[in-house]
């Protein structure tokens, strides 16, 4: 079983048992999160689509912890005048793992 959901104004398919890394929450490690905004359901033979969400629908995640994205670097160069500034930056993500589908 399956399920769209949107999240953070992304819109993501999930499955049960999946880790997947979220925008970064301030939440403690072992704690669930609910996400209500269940857009499409799809299972074995049917699919569930909602307008814009399916009623009743919610998947439930647990938090595993937080990571840290790949380093971006940034560079800055002004033609002419031997400024540059080189700064990196990582992004902080929260991994969880989706628990349960119910609908």
């Given amino acids: 079983m399956y399920a769209i959901i ?6 993501l398919k999930v499955e049960e048992g999946q880790e997947l890394d979220l925008a970064y929450r301030d939440v403690a490690k072992g704690e669930k999160l609910t996400f209500d905004r269940v857009l499409a359901i799809g299972g074995t033979d049917d699919v569930k689509l909602g307008s814009p969400t399916v009623e009743g629908a919610s998947v ?12 971006i670097s940034v560079q800055k160069i002004r033609r002419r005048k031997n400024s540059r500034r080189r700064t990196g930056h990582r992004a902080m993500f929260t991994r969880v793992k989706i628990a349960e589908i119910s609908c």
């Fill in 6 to 11: 949107a999240d953070g104004g992304r819109q």
């Fill in 60 to 71: 439930v995640a647990e938090i595993v912890g937080t990571t840290q994205g790949e380093k």
